[in-house]
């Protein structure tokens, strides 16, 4: 008898953290994984950022001041993939991490291991590929895109290594979305149906599909490239009989459902803030649902609205816009719910509600300029300008980085088990709601006046714009430093938060004490009408 | 700096001010042909629905956010789903759109009607400029020039004043008539570019292999400029675009000039020239075309572009030298400068690379040579 009580004894604290700088590098916890995929996508997001002012400083004024355009394309390649793949999609694992198992109530992810693993692969790949920043010949500077064949024939040799990192961040956003559909599928608490689950977990599951149909064509096309470089094959190169339109077809077929993986876990987040601060339930929960579906089963059929200046044929110019067109009736209808829930609530306004807020006001006008893009004869004004260039970053910025932001502040009281400083928040909230709209609103007005992306140098007319833009790219980036020191004091001396941190707040995660247990529910809890959406 | 904001913050006051007027500066080119004028309308309709649409949307949310305050005593209503208002936003966008959908169709199908042309010019990127070719049904008449970017380093680096047409000048214009359609015909040797003229509203990439159509009628006579906008290297931000649009009979008069002094440029071909003569040419061709690669003291930027300045092939065989501009180097950056340069301009270059940099090989290189080694391959 005594032996088996003993026996419990020591597994109760096997099931502990480790300790050390090995706890981080062998957990197999979902909050650890979490925890940690949230710090290397925010140290993605300085590097990443600090790139993008390196940018804004040359584009300051008229002229070549401090860098050479080489270096000028190599900084906004860079600056897309790392923000891309690096900051906002790792981010939105951790916040899976952290958040799916507590909300379907779960104790863990269903694939540990492999969580470990989708994790550890990342700090690997993005190391290799800011290392080719330092070869000789520079690093990757063909643009996020890579259009072949600038990217093939005519690239860097350390192109070769950027092609190996990207494979492996396919491979680890592939492991990270099985792993989310497994503990999706087969881990929810008794009771709790698919049309009962928290809008984060669906847009999620929805989003892991995504990720696991597109990521392996992105690997094609990285693979067709290698080949095209190393092997003499001529999938992109129009003298060996290949074609560098396909190309654009290949990485586009994955670009848009990847656009989308960056905003449907907005949505979610999104969905679960406004109802909570407005004290209220979500408008609309099985429109919303059904309304993320729609979005991403149109995402695979409006590719080539990137590139309706290839030069296709008429019938496929029409499809494409009408196509395109038709995402905004889904995406409208989730604007629509998000303000009929909020309509007759009882709001406050804590920073993760600001903001939601200022997502869905300025995630509005991104969406309102990209009606304005799908509209195939004025796009060939607009292609390639500064006005894609706001277009999106206004569903990326104040979009998809709002949202994380939102739900960092939102969840920071679970997570820790402690509370940021209020009015410090709201300071953060305003200073980056300023910076983002000084830095990217002139840019509609820069693009429509015929200023080009990409180039490190412009003419006289673009200047003011420019310089208004290069201003609130500073104060931007300098109030994500802030957000970082919040964070630490938060950490650090934050006020203890008790277990339902915000009074409108739904959903399992809030029936656990504030921080969470390691484990999170070692006994499936009761999935009640009083915590469910639906 | 101080002067610019202030100008900006009265800019953004006048612009509210004035409502509807809005410059050049802030909002796409009406433009100077059918097509431009009807897709900027198509423009503007289009962003005066969607800022109806934002006024609307942002009113109830704003309404709701000012009023519906838990600080102002409010209670939570309790209602979360109405299956009429959820139609309605649904069918309402859906018939915006369609309205949307049908002057959209109809400038699109009207741009595509690339037929009836008057003539015809083949325009190809290259890294970094354009070659402009008039595709005449009689070929020995047909004429091609390249057209690169004539903003001098000094206004690029801030070492002089910059011109109102920074970054946008080039050394010769695409001169074309007015009230004729032209149609180009868009393509690449090497990466992809797009050739953008915004006054005209067409914009299509130049994509290698590839031949794509664009047509323009433009009304008015003008110089009218544009950017690649397709990202194609390091100096894709310096390959501008200039179009000259003028009445028909000084066009026809300076084409005709045009293909007569080219027909006398090429029987110069043959004449032999000094050292010297060829040491100036030579440089300014190399100023033009190898140093935004090579740079302009012949160190290039190893290993991608390798240095001229002591290299194997500056100071080995001729012919080799010769031949290798000629051909360019396939699967690499370097290009086959024989379509691109004339006898003279290939002979004067190599000779200057082979006699410049502390390279002193001592030969001569004369546009007999090149010839030659043309015929001879």
Not at chain 2, 82 to 103: G, Q, R, Y
Not at chain 2, 166 to 183: G, M, Q, S, T
Not at chain 2, 292 to 306: L, Y
Not at chain 2, 341 to 359: C, E, K, M, P, T
């Given at each position: ?141 063909f643009?996020?895109?890579f259009y072949a064949p600038l990217s093939t024939t005519y690239a ?65 096309a990285?693979?067709m490239m290698?080949?095209d470089i ?5 999938f992109f190169n129009?003298?060996?009989?290949g074609d560098p339109v396909m190309f654009q077809?290949?990485f ?283 | ?190 990466v992809i ?185």
């Amino acid at each position: 008898m005594s032996e088996i009580i003993h026996a419990d004894h020591h597994d109760d604290h096997a099931h502990g953290p480790a300790k050390g700088i090995l706890r981080w590098l062998y957990t197999t916890n979902h909050k650890d994984i979490g925890t940690l995929y949230l710090w290397f996508s925010l140290a993605m997001f300085f590097i990443g950022g600090a790139m993008a002012l390196v940018i804004r400083t040359e584009l300051f004024q008229p002229g070549l001041q401090f860098i050479e355009p080489a270096f000028f394309n190599q900084m906004t390649t860079n600056h897309g993939l790392i923000m891309v793949f690096g900051a906002i999609m790792p981010a939105f694992v951790g916040l899976a991490n952290w958040l799916i198992p507590m909300q379907v109530g779960a104790p863990d992810m269903a694939l540990p291991r492999m969580n470990n693993l989708s994790f550890w692969i990342l700090p690997f790949a993005f190391s290799m590929m800011i290392s080719t920043l330092f070869m000789e010949g520079g690093g990757p500077n063909f643009g996020w895109t890579f259009y072949a064949p600038l990217s093939t024939t005519y690239a860097p040799d350390s192109v070769t290594y950027f092609i190996f990192a990207v494979h492996l961040m396919g491979a680890s956003s592939i492991m990270g979305s099985i792993n989310i559909i497994a503990t999706i599928l087969n881990m929810r608490a008794p009771g709790m149906t698919l049309m009962k689950m928290p809008m984060f977990v669906w847009t999620w599951l929805i989003t892991a599909y995504l990720l696991i149909a597109v990521m392996p064509v992105l690997a094609g096309a990285v693979t067709m490239m290698l080949f095209d470089i190393h092997f003499n094959t001529s999938f992109f190169n129009a003298a060996g009989g290949g074609d560098p339109v396909m190309f654009q077809h290949i990485f586009w077929f994955f670009g848009h459902p990847e656009v989308y993986i960056m905003i449907l876990p907005a949505f979610g987040i999104v969905s679960h803030i406004i109802p909570t601060f407005a004290r209220k339930r979500l408008f609309g929960y099985t429109s919303m649902v059904y309304a993320v579906a729609s979005i991403a089963f149109l995402s695979f059929i409006v590719w080539a609205h990137h590139m309706f200046t290839v030069g296709m044929p008429l019938a496929g110019q029409l499809f494409f816009m009408y196509s395109t067109m038709l995402i905004a009736v889904p995406t409208g209808v989730k604007v629509f719910n998000w303000i009929a829930t909020m309509w007759r609530g009882s709001m406050t306004f804590e920073t993760p509600m600001l903001f939601a807020i200022a997502f869905v006001v300025l995630f509005t006008i991104g969406g309102l300029s990209g009606i304005m893009l799908a509209i195939t004869p004025a796009d060939y004004q607009y292609h390639d300008t500064y006005f894609v260039v706001a277009h999106f970053h206004y569903v990326l910025v104040p979009g998809a980085l709002f949202s994380i932001i939102a739900a960092v502040y939102f969840w920071i009281p679970k997570w820790t088990g402690k509370m940021y400083d209020e009015s410090l928040g709201k300071l953060h909230f305003w200073l980056s709601f300023i910076g983002v709209n000084v830095t990217f609103f002139p840019q509609h007005f820069s693009g429509l006046a015929g200023m080009p992306r990409r180039i490190p140098d412009y003419a006289l007319q673009f200047a003011d714009f420019n310089m208004i833009s290069s201003i609130g790219a500073f104060i931007f980036g300098f109030s994500q430093l802030f957000f970082l020191y919040v964070l630490i004091k938060t950490i650090r001396s934050g006020k203890p938060a008790v277990g339902r941190a915000w009074e409108g707040a739904k959903g399992l995660e809030w029936v656990l004490p504030s921080p969470a247990p390691y484990h999170s529910f070692t006994y499936p809890p009761e999935v009640t009408d009083k915590e469910s959406y639906a | 700096m101080k002067n610019q904001i202030l100008r900006m913050l009265t800019g953004t006051l006048a612009f509210i001010a004035s409502g509807t007027v809005l410059a050049d500066e802030w909002n796409m080119r009406v433009g100077v042909t059918d097509i431009s004028r009807q897709v900027y309308d198509l423009h503007m309709t289009i962003f005066y629905i969607c800022v109806a649409i934002g006024v609307v949307v942002f009113g109830v949310l704003f309404w709701s956010v000012f009023q519906h305050r838990k600080s102002k005593g409010a209670v939570p209503a309790t209602f979360h789903e109405s299956t009429k208002l959820e139609l309605a936003w649904t069918i309402v966008p859906t018939l915006i759109l369609i309205v949307m959908a049908i002057p959209a169709t109809q400038v699109l199908v009207q741009m595509y009607d690339t037929g009836g042309e008057d003539m015809n010019i083949e325009v190809r990127g290259y890294q970094w400029k354009w070659q402009y070719k008039y595709l005449d049904e009689d070929y020995n008449n047909s004429y091609s020039f390249f057209s690169s970017l004539a903003t001098p380093r000094s206004q690029i680096t801030n070492r002089s004043e910059k011109a109102d047409t920074y970054l946008l000048e080039v050394d010769e214009h695409l001169r074309i008539p007015i009230n004729r359609k032209v149609r180009f015909l868009v393509t690449s040797e090497d990466v992809i570019h797009a050739w953008w003229v915004p006054d005209f509203g067409i914009k299509r990439d130049a994509v290698p292999g590839m031949l794509n159509e664009l047509w323009a009628i433009v009304e008015t006579p003008g110089i009218y400029r544009g950017q690649c906008t397709e990202l194609c290297g390091q100096d894709h931000g310096f390959m501008p675009i200039v179009v000259e649009a003028m009445p028909e009979a000084e066009f026809d008069a300076w084409y005709a000039t045009k293909v007569s002094s080219e027909i006398v440029r090429q029987e110069t071909m043959s004449k032999s020239l000094t050292h010297d003569e060829l040491m100036v040419q030579g440089e300014a061709t190399y100023g033009t075309y190898c140093s935004s690669c090579h740079m302009a003291n012949g160190e290039g930027v190893p290993p991608v572009f390798p240095a001229i300045a002591g290299s194997i092939v500056a100071n080995g065989s001729r012919d080799d030298h010769l031949s290798l501009v000629i051909n360019g180097i396939s699967g690499s950056a370097m290009q086959a400068f024989g379509k691109q340069l004339d006898a003279v301009q290939l002979a004067s270059v190599v000779h200057y690379q082979r006699n410049a940099f502390g390279n002193d090989v001592g030969d001569v290189s004369q546009p007999q040579d090149v010839i030659n080694l043309s015929k001879g391959q």
